[in-house]
């Protein structure tokens, strides 16, 4: 099984609120049905999310009677966006079924507590595809606060060890400093896990209320400790998440998983 995660930058444009990628979704969704295998799917919030999840303050938890509201317009407007999703994939034909985070986990202080995965495995046994999705949840100590699609993507590779993990970005992979900010910074193909933490990547300053790519380093760090392969792929480049999918070569960083 592919755990894929559509990052929020590659399906929506981040700076503006509510802008969803179709073209980039329909061409990713073709990519995926014509690789041909067994996944689960995860994708970011991106703009559907983050602004109205930062402008709420939902991940300092609920406080406030006014982020009641906050915190139920996020979940509205995720869902918008997981139903574009969804449809570009069926569209596809991918037998796709939507599980929302907020309705099979708990949180406690940001961290997982409990999560049903037996709805994901029995989807998975009668053919389905599995997605799930950056969304709000109920958190045992803040009241609610946010779920990231990187949270679940380790959660769903330490429950299904899956064949590889994959995260679909708007940048080619890793780089030894972030390329956005810093001309010499220089593209990394394979790294072992634990050379990650020598990388300095700089934070990302748009929007996002789940801590960028330093956060997603942290994911993919713990992700690869399980002994997993973590790629990192360009989602706006034409084929290479099919060429990933399949084996083929491509440009792309392999972050090694822990070897015993
Ligand atoms: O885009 C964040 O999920 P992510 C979810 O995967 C919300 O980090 C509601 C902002």
Same mark, same amino acid.
């Not at 045992?140 to 609610?144: E, Y």
């Given at each position: 099984m #592919? *755990? =894929?995660k559509l990052g929020g930058s590659i399906i929506t444009d981040k700076a503006k609120e509510g802008t969803f990628r179709h073209e980039t979704v329909d061409r990713l969704a073709r990519e995926i049905k014509k690789a041909n295998k067994d996944y689960i799917l995860v994708h970011g919030a991106g703009s559907f999310g983050h602004i109205l999840a930062k402008q709420h303050r939902l991940s300092e938890g609920l406080t406030e009677p006014t982020q009641i509201l906050g915190f139920a317009q996020t979940h509205a407007s995720v869902l918008r966006l997981n139903s574009l999703v969804m449809d570009a994939l069926i569209h596809q034909g991918l037998p796709v079924m939507s599980l929302p985070p907020h309705a099979i986990l708990e949180l406690d202080n940001h961290q997982l507590k409990t999560m049903d995965f037996t709805v994901f495995s029995d989807y998975l046994k009668r053919g389905f595809i599995p997605v799930t999705f950056g969304d709000v949840a109920l958190d045992?100590?803040?009241? @609610?606060s946010i779920c990231s699609g990187d949270l679940l993507m380790q959660a769903l590779a330490t429950q299904f060890h899956p064949e590889?993990? =994959? #995260? =679909?970005?708007?940048?080619? @992979?890793?780089y030894t400093a972030n390329p956005k900010t810093d001309p010499k910074a220089? #593209? +990394?193909e394979t790294i072992a896990v634990k050379d990650i933490p020598r990388l300095s990547t700089g934070l990302d300053t748009r929007t996002d209320v789940t801590k960028g790519m330093q956060g997603k380093l942290e994911t993919i760090t713990r992700i690869a400790q399980? @002994? +997993?392969d973590v +790629? *990192? =792929?360009n989602g706006n480049v034409k084929d290479r998440v099919y060429d990933i999918l399949m084996g083929n070569p491509s440009r792309f960083t392999q972050i090694q998983g822990a070897r015993p």
């Open positions: #592919f *755990l =894929v045992s100590q803040l009241g @609610g590889k993990v =994959v #995260f =679909v970005m708007d940048e080619d @992979g890793l220089t #593209f +990394i399980l @002994g +997993i +790629i *990192l =792929v």
